[in-house]
């Protein structure tokens, strides 16, 4: 079957590879239907993504049709649509044991860490699968993971009703907490240095917007929270200067999330976590969100149709990472698609 693997920063190939087989562990046999494009993909094919390793078959964003079941299966029949689960855990260490697989010592990430969707085949869990609803199609049900990833930061962030948000970022991961945040608060201010992107955050729902750019975020955020500063602020930008600035911007007792990987120095001070008791949490990922997220889209409350703009075929992958980097306004999100390797 063939498969696209990042061979080593910058090299991307399509290769043949076994089919896998199932087995008691990996009882589910995926044929994939679509499988989405993530910055972190991009990350990986660039280098410049810490957590992954080479060569890598990648992809997260993984949705297919179930192929054959292990006698072991229950809930699942060849033929079901689902997608699949990125995070694997030990479910033995530390945070396995309190519930939060999604940070797990022996954390391996499909796409990542192992072998992603980016096949035609794959052998997952049956606990890794989730059922997509019949009216969502395969190529927007990618969308689902984005929205796992958003579920995730406003649960870490305990965001209530009330609270006065402030999302840092208005691109594909702004624009995806801002589609969960909004059924969860109304008062949003969201800050990004386009103007287009502040203004389709407008049309989603932010009360607020902010072109960091020709205004100042802090003071703007304190005219907005009539003079609070936001009660939580989550960093969707992951700038170089992005957390001091929402350090400043969220007010005392308030929560300040960091979704960002570089690893580069980034200067803060203690006076503005110790003297508000700021609540300082990382988001990584996401736990077992799925369900949720699913449940969201059948409810009517999250619509994800129309959110992929473009499709590529799984082996012209090339083409889809060049047109990636083109930087094309047009590109909202980017699905690759099997039809053509049908068996
Ligand atoms: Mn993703
Ligand atoms: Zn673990």
Known sequence: MKAVQIVKPNELKIIDVEKPVIDEKNNVLIQMT?????????????????????????????V??????????????????????????????YPCKIG??????????RGVHIDGGYRQYMAVPEADCYLL????????????EPTTIAIQSCNRAELTKDDMLLIFGSGALGSSILKIARLICSHIIVADILDDKLEAAKENGASYTINVLKEDLVEKVKEYTEGHGATVSIDAACTKDSLIQLLKAT?????????????????????????KELDVRGSRLQNKKFGEAIKLIEEGKLDLNGTVSHTFPLLKAQEAFDFVDSHDPSIRKIALTFDELEG
């Open 251 to 275: 007010g005392n007792a308030g929560r300040v999330m960091t979704m960002g990987f570089s690893v580069a120095p980034t200067e803060i001070n203690q006076f503005l976590i110790t003297s």
């Open 133 to 144: 609803p019949d009216f969502l199609s395969d190529t927007d049900a990618i969308m689902i």
């Open 34 to 62: 679509a499988a989405g494009i993530c910055g972190s993909d991009v990350g990986i094919y660039h280098g410049t993504n810490a957590a992954a390793t080479y060569p890598r078959i990648i992809g997260h964003e993984m």
């Open 64 to 93: 297919g049709r179930v192929a054959q079941v292990g006698e072991n299966v229950s809930g699942l029949k060849a033929g079901d649509r689902v997608i699949v689960n990125q995070v694997t855990s030990c479910g033995h260490c």
């Open 100 to 109: 939060r697989g999604n940070v797990c010592d022996h954390l391996a990430v």
